[in-house]
């Protein structure tokens, strides 16, 4: 098990940015397939984005394809989920998963992930 937490949330206006981090407290991030999840009010938690331990395999949700980048620093600890041209459907809570990197489950499946941070509010709104 893993001990996650997201930081950067905040309240931005449509086409604003937005950079958030997940960090793993206590032990080292580098051996865990990390993923971006959000759950907006009503609706299913929905798969944002994903990147392998290496870093060598990125996935994205239809809906932020072209407009969020993920990427790690394995250095820092950190996966950062870059978020441009925000939209107000963007509007949720962004929950940082983690697998370990030997389980090689779908990374866009969410049983794949026993491990969640509490997440952190991202706001669009005019």
């Known amino acids: 098990q893993v001990q996650l937490e997201e930081s950067g949330g905040g309240m931005v206006q449509p086409g604003g940015s937005l950079s958030l981090s997940c960090r793993a407290v206590g032990r080292t991030l580098s051996m865990y397939h990390v993923a971006w999840w959000r759950q907006s009010l009503g609706k299913e938690r929905e798969f944002v984005a994903a990147?392998?331990?290496?870093?060598?395999?990125?996935y994205y949700g239809e809906s932020v394809k072209g407009r969020f980048s993920i990427s790690r620093d394995n250095f820092e600890n950190t996966v950062t989920l870059q978020s441009n041209n925000l939209k107000p459907e963007d509007t949720a809570v962004y929950y940082c998963?983690?697998?370990?990197?030997?389980?090689?489950?779908?990374?866009?499946?969410?049983?794949?992930?026993?491990?969640w941070g509490p997440g952190t509010q991202v706001t669009v709104s005019p």
């Open positions: 990147i392998s331990w290496k870093g060598d395999e990125i």
């Open positions: 998963a983690a697998q370990f990197w030997s389980k090689r489950e779908s990374p866009t499946v969410r049983e794949s992930y026993p491990n």
